[in-house]
């Protein structure tokens, strides 16, 4: 019976603790100005092949995944999905439409089914949680042939 409770407990007990610790994720302010853009694709472009991806941001530094360095973070690319279906509050999982470049890079090469896509940089923070108020690039809309 101490076995059986000890195993059904234990990810009881676990999942508790990172809904805790996932509630708990105070989002950090961005300095003020703060911003992320496209350098490429440019909105309406269409693209045959490979899509590659470069990113600005202006005003903040761009730092791997887990260094908590102040005004720092990297960056994230939603692919076909709204800004609005993203839990700010919350770490963004890992997924084909949330694209995570948590290894500080800049550039990035993606395969896209062909047919007309919405790209958006979403800056996150060292936990891969949002920026309060969100450092958010405009809609760009591109299709690949």
Do not use: C, W
């Amino acid at each position: 019976m101490k076995r059986y409770l000890a195993f059904v407990l234990t990810p009881v007990l676990a999942l508790l603790l990172l809904a805790t610790a996932q509630a708990e994720l105070k989002r950090l302010a961005p300095p003020e100005g703060a911003s992320v853009y496209f350098i490429s694709p440019a909105d309406g472009e269409t693209i045959r092949g490979a899509v590659t991806v470069r990113m600005g941001l202006r005003g903040m530094g761009v730092a791997p995944a887990g260094i908590d360095h102040p005004n720092t973070g990297h960056h994230h690319l939603l692919v076909n999905m709204p800004l609005e279906q993203v839990d700010l509050n919350a770490s963004l999982p890992f997924s084909d439409q949330t694209r995570h470049f948590g290894g500080g890079q800049t550039e990035a090469t993606l395969e896209l089914p062909k047919g007309t896509h919405t790209l958006q940089l979403l800056f996150m923070d060292y936990r891969h949680v949002s920026f309060d108020p969100p450092v958010v690039s405009e809609v760009v809309t591109i299709t690949v042939e």
